[in-house]
């Protein structure tokens, strides 16, 4: 089980490592320092220049669009290579839009890829791929148990040419930015009749469609994360053209598990990341602060909790990696245990790392003069987005069980 880097692929990491630390993290704070200068959902003329400058040169290097695995549209890598690269994009809020390698857009471009039709391809994932616009993601909804996909309740029904939606979604992660152009949503199609996994369907919303109305920003423990935003949405009597269906009813939870699987792992990749940037921070801190006369780093349990960090940002790392691998050698089928297990123990592993952190940094850790408190409440959001802990133990429990029972669990 080979779990490295080809020489090629190795050197392009050494050249985003040295991008994000000479380039890209410098301008985080002058970034950040722009949001709520403008219009709340918007970006300032220097906000765009910082980001849009960053994206071309990304570009021109050719350090763009990685997460394409096995793909000639990308750069050949594999997903356990580019887990590598992920983790050092998530060193930096800034780092996987800089490469255009951010969430929501990698699993929708990986849905318009695989399973759109030439002209969504080229409406949609060509602009999405040049890093043009943006796209959200339109699944969960306020009055349905959204963990168990299978009660999704918008409605979507056939009249004539056209398809005609009603309902609402929240949670759309990145429908606030005025760059999103488009959504990908779950809708149902089937009646009760219908089995239970054929009911639901995937369709293209241009975004600013007559019947849109963005509701709300939803809050993230009191922040809207504006510019980026994420959206409570209503839908009255959406109408879109029927051949913005993705490959036809009832083939939602088809296209709903080709997307999530790489999403869901490519998440856990970059919270790896953010876990090593809060040991970084803690290690720096707790050599540079002084308590009763001496480095706070020797002081209490401080080398066990430093200790500690490091074995179990390393468990965590082989665990994502052997997915990665998993998803590399088989189906999706095969990798989905895996893709379940490393869902709970990543996330769980780099909140109790940024929290020892936070802890190390006293009240600075909980201030806006540290990263580490929009780390922990992007990381602990990561606890419930693409399904909470308790729904991926569910799958890891039944898929143990099932080695020692006939019976259908």
């Known amino acids: 089980m080979d779990l490295g880097l080809r020489a090629q692929s190795a050197a392009l990491l050494e050249q985003v490592k040295a991008m994000i630390a000479e380039e890209i993290m410098p301008l985080e704070a002058e970034y950040h320092a722009e949001i709520g200068k403008g219009e709340r959902w918007g970006y300032t003329a220097r906000q765009a220049e910082i980001l849009e400058g960053l994206k071309a040169q990304a570009k021109a290097r050719g350090l763009w669009n990685f997460w394409l695995t096995d793909s000639d549209k990308g750069l050949g890598l594999s997903t356990v290579e580019y887990a590598y690269f992920a983790e050092e994009m998530g060193k930096t809020p800034m780092g996987a839009e800089v490469f255009n390698c951010g969430a929501p857009d990698t699993g929708n471009m990986e849905v318009f890829e695989r399973y759109g039709t030439p002209e969504m391809k080229e409406q949609w994932l060509k602009p999405l791929l040049a890093g043009e616009i943006r796209s959200a993601y339109l699944m969960t909804e306020p009055d349905q148990a959204s963990s168990d996909a299978t009660n999704i309740a918008m409605r979507c ?3 004539g040419d056209d398809y005609v939606l009603n309902g609402e979604k929240w949670w759309a992660s990145g429908a606030g930015d005025p760059r999103c152009k488009v959504y990908i949503v779950m809708v149902r199609t089937g009646g009760d009749d219908a089995p239970k996994h054929k009911r639901h369907s995937m369709i293209v919303v241009p975004a600013g469609t007559e019947g849109v109305e963005v509701l709300r920003p939803m809050q993230v423990y ?14 009255t009597n959406v109408r879109v053209p029927a051949k913005n269906m993705i490959l036809g009813e ?17 998440h856990c990749m970059r919270a790896i990341g953010q876990a090593e940037a809060a040991l970084e921070m803690m290690c720096r801190r707790s050599l540079q602060r002084e308590a009763f006369g001496k480095p706070i780093a020797h002081l209490g349990a401080n080398y066990d909790i430093i200790a500690n960090a490091r074995m179990e940002i390393e468990q965590a790392r082989l665990l994502c990696l052997k997915t990665a691998w998993m998803m590399d050698h088989g189906d999706m089928k095969a990798a989905a245990p895996w893709i379940h297990q490393i869902k ?4 769980l592993m780099s909140l109790k790392v ?4 936070v802890q190390m940094f006293g009240a600075q850790g909980i201030s ?9 409440k992007n990381v602990r ?7 909470p802990d308790a729904v991926h133990r569910r799958q890891v429990a039944r898929t143990e069980l099932r080695k020692y029972t006939q019976e259908k669990i």
């Open 157 to 159: 029904e056939r009249e």
């Open 222 to 235: 009191g922040n809207d994360d504006a510019p980026h935003g994420h959206m409570h949405i209503r839908m």
């Open 250 to 266: 009832g083939r939602g939870f088809e296209v709903s598990q080709g997307r999530l699987g790489p999403g869901r792992i490519h």
């Open 344 to 347: 709970v123990v990543a996330p």
């Open 354 to 357: 940024i929290d020892e952190a």
């Open 368 to 376: 806006q003069d540290t990263a580490l408190a929009a780390m922990w």
């Open 381 to 387: 959001t990561l606890r419930l987005a693409d399904g």
